[in-house]
């Protein structure tokens, strides 16, 4: 596989932090486990509880040594997220979440939770439309 870098980005690379200095392009010949700099989310940005979600696997892909703990913290939000939901196609991607967690496969996880994003903006978009408006 090959991943084109341009100069300055970053890629994580089985928890290891690498930056270019120039544009680059990097042949992956074995099984590695990576995330380019745009796939990473910051904490500062995982404001939904799919999105804090996402940032526990990411974790858990990132962090291979801490992994224990993540999958502990992933089993806490999933469950509170499964118990909250009730958009079948979100729980649905929830059960595929677990799966591949439960198998190893992070990155799929990553990249399945990803795909729910739009699904759970929509229910809070929802949600904050049936709210009351306060009259001033």
Do not use: W
């Not at 928890?15 to 700099?37: C, M, Q, S, W």
């Amino acid at each position: 596989m090959c991943i084109s870098l341009r100069s300055g980005e970053k890629i994580y690379i089985n928890g290891a932090v690498l930056r270019v200095d120039r544009k680059v392009t990097l042949e992956l010949i074995n099984d590695v486990t990576f995330l380019l700099e745009s796939q990473v989310m910051q904490v500062d940005d995982a404001t939904t509880p799919m999105r804090q979600l996402y940032f526990v696997v990411q974790l858990m892909l990132m962090s291979p040594g801490d992994i224990d703990q993540a999958k502990a913290v992933f089993g806490h939000q999933r469950c509170a997220l499964y118990a909250a939901a009730d958009n079948a196609e979100l729980l649905g991607g929830l059960d595929a979440v677990e799966t591949l967690v439960e198998a190893g496969r992070y990155y799929e996880a990553l990249r399945k939770i990803r795909s729910l994003f739009d699904i759970e903006q929509s229910i809070l978009t929802s949600a904050e439309m049936l709210l009351p408006v306060a009259v001033a």
